[in-house]
C-alpha cells in the first residue's frame, strides 16, 4: 500500500507537524508516518473548540449519520475504503473480515446515532428549555462541560462509533489516537468534518505523555483507556475503560452441548480481541468436556496474514507475540491444565509477524485468579463452579452470558454492581444493538438532568 501521510487534524485544518513517527505493520514494515502536536499546539486547539458554537442539533445528528456514510464510501485522506481496511488490518492485526464488519457497525450506529441517544435519556427529562413541560418544572438533561477529550484505544477500530455520540449531544471532540492503530481515528474525523463539523468543533492530536496530560487538563471531561487516562482514573471527571473479562456461566439445568456454537463464537468472534470477548467459562459441574470440546472446535482456526479473507485469528510483529505466549504460559504454569495451547501460541508466518493462536486452559477452583487473564486473542480459562461459590468468582465483569433457568442466580447476577451487561440463555457475549448501553452509556458520563422552571 502507499504509505499514509496522518497529519494532525487542528482547528484550522491540516497541521504538518515537525516530529513524526512512522506507523508499521505487522510484519515491521513502514505504512504511514504520524504527526505528533506539540504541547503549545495542544494548548491552541483546545482553546478553540472551547470556543466554538455547537451546530444546532438536527445539523448535528444529520453530519454525524453523512459521516457514517463517507466513511464507509469515499476516498479520505488518500485511502479509498477497501485501502483503508486492508492498511487496518496489517497495522493492528485485525482479520480484514473483522475490520469490514467495524465499518458496517460505525455506520449503522451513527445512522441510528440520535435514535440510541433516546435510550440513554431519562424518561422525565426533556431535551430543551423551552420544552412547553417546563413550564410547571421539569427535568432537563444538559451537558457536564463543552469540550470532551478522548484517549482512544487501538484494540478494535470499533472503539471508534462509541464517541460521535459526544458531537451529537453538542460536545466539542478532541481525539488522541493510539499510535498502535491511528488510521481510524484520522478516517472519522476526515469524515466528520466532510459531513459539515468545523475544524473547531473535532480535531485529531496525536501527541507525547505530556502535551496528553495538558490535552486532558484542558478538557472539561475526558474518556479513553490510554496510559495518561489510568494515571487519572480516579479523578471524576475522567472516565477510564477498564478491561472487559466477559464470562460465561453454565449451570447443571442447561445442556451445554447445545450452545458449543455459541460459547466458540462468544471466545473467538472479533479475532478474540475485544474486550466483549469471553475470556472465562464456569461450568457447574465438570469443566474439562466443556474445556475438550472449545480446544477441538478452536484448534482448527487457520493461521493466516490478516488481510487473508479466510483469517480468523489476530497477528501481531514476531516479538510481541513471543513476548504474550510468555505471559499467557507463565500464568498457566503450575495452575492450569492446557487442552489447547501449551507447547505456544505464536505461529511465525514468516516475515516477522506471528499469529496468535487459540489457547485452553482449565482450573481446577472457582476462584482461581488466573480466571481474570485477558489477552488479545482466543484464550480462555475454564473452572469449576458451585452454588456455595455464589457470584463471587464472577464479578468485575462487561459481560456475563449466563446458561441458566435459575431465576435467583440471575437476580444475584443483576444486582452485583461490578457485573455491568448479563446476558440469559443463547446469546454470545459480544452481542450489542442499537441503543443498548455498552459499559453504562457513555450519555451517563455526560449530560446531567437539572431541574428548569419557566413561568
Known sequence: MTAAALDVLGPSGTYRAHHRQPVSDVSGRVVGELGLAPKVFVGRAMGALRAATPLPVDERVAAIAEAGRLFATAELGGLTPEAYEHAVSRVAGLPLTVVRAATRTLTHRTTHLHRGLQFARPAGAVTDWRDPLT?????????????????????????????????????????????????????????????GFGPDHVVLLPTEHEPAEAMLRDADLAYGSDEVIREHADDRSVLALSPGRSKILLTKDVDWRRHLDTLVDSVAHHGGTGCVNATAVFVEGDPAPVAEALAERLAVLPSLPPEDPKARLPVQPGGSARALERYVLGRAAGAARAWLGGDGIADELGDGSAVLRPAVFELDRPDAPEAGTEVPCPCVWVAPWDRTAGVAPLRDTLVMSAFTDDEALVDALCDDPTISNVYVGDHPTHWTDTGMPHDGYLADFLMRSKTVLRG
Not at 136 to 150: E, I, N
Open 135 to 195: 413550564r410547571t418544572g421539569r427535568a432537563v438533561w444538559a451537558r457536564r462541560g463543552d469540550v470532551l477529550a478522548v484517549h482512544a484505544a487501538g484494540n478494535h477500530p470499533g472503539t471508534h462509533s462509541l464517541w460521535p455520540e459526544a458531537l451529537a449531544l453538542g460536545y466539542r471532540v478532541a481525539v488522541r489516537p493510539s499510535r498502535r492503530e491511528p488510521l481510524t481515528p484520522h478516517r472519522l474525523v476526515l469524515a466528520l468534518r466532510a459531513a
